[in-house]
């Protein structure tokens, strides 16, 4: 039985505005299907590749950690709201690099942000920072327009989930899971009409929401 510090690292990130049970169950299955040591959610302070988050950093931060109080295998991550500038991944990796040299890096990716990860800053570096794992919809079928993404994947992909652990970069993992179709922005556009998002989110984080009154 391996300890679990030599057990990879998940990392999730995204702007969570707000957090909801889609974030939540992904990285709650990703830890327990592929043995990780803890998926980590980071909360991007400035996304490079959408509008400025409407709720402040500070609050999506309190948001996530009440989502996640008392889950095991679940971390916060407040690196990139500590950080000025755009919220680079490779950035945030090269950071986690240097805290962990010895340890496996895993960064968690749904298939449509693998497939437009060649417009990411410095995206080739990241492989050799950490793996990637690409989650992907059952019968879901890879496109094969992207060439620059196809040949990355043929070149980096593995077949056996145990590489992940004994590498510590370099490899790109596809797991097949039903993921939930919840949205941030489906979130804040029932609060902001003034109807009821229960079930769709953690009822302490809609708790949250109200006593500040965030998104109406």
Do not use: C
């Not at 980590?40 to 609050?59: G, T």
């Not at 993404?149 to 056996?160: A, E, G, T, V, W």
């Amino acid at each position: 039985m391996r300890e679990k510090n030599d057990k990879p690292i998940g990392i999730l990130g995204g702007t969570f505005n707000p957090i909801h049970h889609g974030h939540l169950r992904l990285a709650i299955e990703l830890y327990e299907r592929l043995d990780l040591a803890e998926v980590r959610l980071v909360p991007a302070k400035q996304p490079p590749h959408r509008e400025q988050p409407s709720v402040s950093s500070e609050f999506r931060l309190e948001l996530v950690k009440i989502a996640i109080m008392g889950v095991n295998g679940l971390s916060v991550d407040d690196r990139e709201l500590r950080r000025e500038g755009p919220s680079y991944m490779v950035d945030t990796l090269s950071s986690l690099r240097q805290e962990f040299p010895q340890r496996s890096l895993a960064l968690i990716l749904g298939m449509d942000a693998f497939l437009d990860l060649y417009q990411w800053h410095e995206w080739e570096r990241l492989i050799t920072l950490a793996h990637i794992l690409v989650v992907n919809r059952p019968n879901s079928q890879l496109s094969d327009q992207n060439k620059t993404m196809q040949n990355f994947l043929k070149q980096h992909r593995i077949s056996d989930k145990k590489d992940l652990q004994s590498e510590k970069f370099g490899k790109i993992w596809i797991e097949k899971m039903p993921m939930l179709t919840i949205s941030s922005t489906q979130i804040r556009n029932i609060i902001a009409a003034g109807k009821n998002p229960t079930y769709l989110l953690p009822a302490t984080v809609l708790e949250k929401i109200n006593i500040y009154k965030l998104y109406h």
